[in-house]
């Protein structure tokens, strides 16, 4: 996903649209307990100084009520690793720590926020550890231990590649439950014959079963971004839905949607000269377009394209 933000309407905010609430422990959701209070969130980046970076996709969550359900959405969180992407200052980390996390793990590639998330580490101690890095490039599904679960507002300008990457893990993860811009939420749970159905709904649908949860509107955050977001979860199933080989998968799903109006006998041939062939062979219509097929059939072809690559002859077109 790339791209600017804007406008998509849905402001759904369900019951929980609440106040902005100032300090961590002002909701009144939290039971005191030993860890000893952390100031409000205004305060700390006021403290520190710090201004969004919006190259960053910085977008930050300060209403306790909104970390709170996300962390209530991800839950349960008392056993093994909840891993969070993009801790900022730390407004969810402090939800899910708050909401009872075991353990906390967070990566962050400004370093701006590294004394802050210090602080909350010193708040709830051997709870949260800090990685100074950048998420595309650490392997999340080693991190911690089972079950793990992803939790995170995403930087929108690097979602879609994270997303891509945790999916191919598999079962490393227990759950996903992840802030989205919601157009791209939109594009991972649609279905076949609908505008937003494409590459990244047959990717995302094949390895994992996703649920929208609520959608959040631009004001809840700061500073507010142009389009609504969504948190969505995803639960990665143990097999892919239908065997298929993951590269050619791709493969055909990028030619089919790279020339949508096309029909799929044109747009396959790409992929192969023998394309219409192979579309009657598996019983699709060859003047289909790629919006019409099920994830199964896309599967289906995957495999059929896949066998005719492994028994061609090294000479002879695919
Ligand atoms: N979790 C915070 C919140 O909800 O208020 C901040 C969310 S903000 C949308 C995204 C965060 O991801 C920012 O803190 C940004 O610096 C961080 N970030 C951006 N790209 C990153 C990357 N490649 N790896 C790790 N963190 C990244």
Redesign the pocket.
Known sequence: MTGSRHDVGDDEFGDDDAEEVSGIFSAGHRAPSAVPPLPP?RDVIARHGLS??RA???????DLNL?GRIARSAAPLDAGSVI??????????RALLDHGAREVIV????RR?QPILAEIAAAYPGRLQIID??????DVAKLGSAPRRIV???????ATP?LLAWLEAGTAFTSLTL?FQKEVADRLIAKPRTKDYGRLSIATQWRAEVKRLFDVPPRA??PPPKVTSTVVQLIPRAEPLFPADAEMLEKVAAAAFGQRRKMLRQSLRQVSPRAEEILVAVGIAPTARGEELSVEQFCALAREFKSLRASRPTTAPL
């Open positions: 969130l969004a970076n960053l996709g910085q977008n930050f969550l300060f970390t969070e992407i993009g801790p900022g200052p730390g407004g969810l980390t990566i962050e590639r400004d926020f890095g950048d998420a595309l490039k650490v995170a507002n995403l930087p929108y300008n690097v994270l802030m955050f700061t």
